[in-house]
T-cell receptor, first 112, second 112 residues
């Protein structure tokens, strides 16, 4: 079982460049999430998608956009990267109801 | 706003010790609480999920308890091993919202 797969695993961007982080899950989950993890701050929710066709902002959505392409895939786009977006990005998925969340291995992004 | 605190931030123990990690949260209106393990440079691995109606959950040498009224959860690790060395994160899912709110974790080192 692949679970939640994120690509790429590492990326270095220059300020102002754009990129899309990809996430796919093979567990047929309805809900998908994007978090960022920064030292001393824990994981913070950027955007989530409760079901295919819906997306909502989390705690820190500024500078990001998302697309729920289908039930499997949920992408995160940085239109104009800034050094403050240097972080580790995690995608997660969960079935509806009181179920556990499963996380991908993360994308380590550096913006210089 | 829900806040999750984990104390201590770091813990070092000799192999074989039983240990307790603490997690506290400010809003007792939660759906569930989930404990994760994170190895350096890796993603999050789900360890245990406790529903709000439950008092504890067990998996192997791990036992997690939940006292919703006091806003506390503990993760008990029996007979610790060097392979248990990792960062342990707790996260709560509140009512009426999709997201998990994370603590900043306890970094555990088990020495041989």
């Amino acid at each position: 079982n692949a679970g939640v797969t994120q690509t790429p695993k590492f990326q270095v961007l220059k300020t102002g460049q754009s990129m899309t982080l990809q996430c796919a899950q093979d567990m047929n989950h309805n809900s998908m999430y994007w978090y960022r993890q920064d030292p001393g701050m824990g994981l913070r929710l950027i955007y989530y998608s409760a079901s295919e066709g819906t997306t909502d902002k989390g705690e820190v959505p500024n500078g990001y956009n998302v697309s729920r392409l289908n039930k499997r895939e949920f992408s995160l786009r940085l239109e104009s990267a800034a050094p403050s977006q240097t972080s580790v990005y995690f995608c997660a998925s969960r079935e509806q109801g009181n179920t556990e969340a499963f996380f991908g291995q993360g994308t380590r992004l550096t913006v210089v | 706003k829900q806040e999750v605190t984990q104390i201590p931030a770091a813990l070092s123990v000799p192999e074989g010790e039983n240990l307790v990690l603490n997690c506290s949260f400010t809003d007792s209106a939660i759906y569930n609480l989930q404990w994760f393990r994170q190895d350096p440079g890796k993603g999050l691995t789900s360890l245990l999920l406790i529903q709000s109606s439950q008092r504890e959950q067990t998996s192997g040498r791990l036992n997690a308890s939940l006292d919703k009224s006091s806003g506390r959860s503990t993760l008990y690790i029996a007979a610790s091993q060097p392979g248990d060395s990792a960062t342990y994160l707790c996260a709560v899912r509140g009512t009426g919202f999709q997201k998990l709110v994370f603590g900043t974790g306890t970094r555990l080192l088990v020495s041989p």
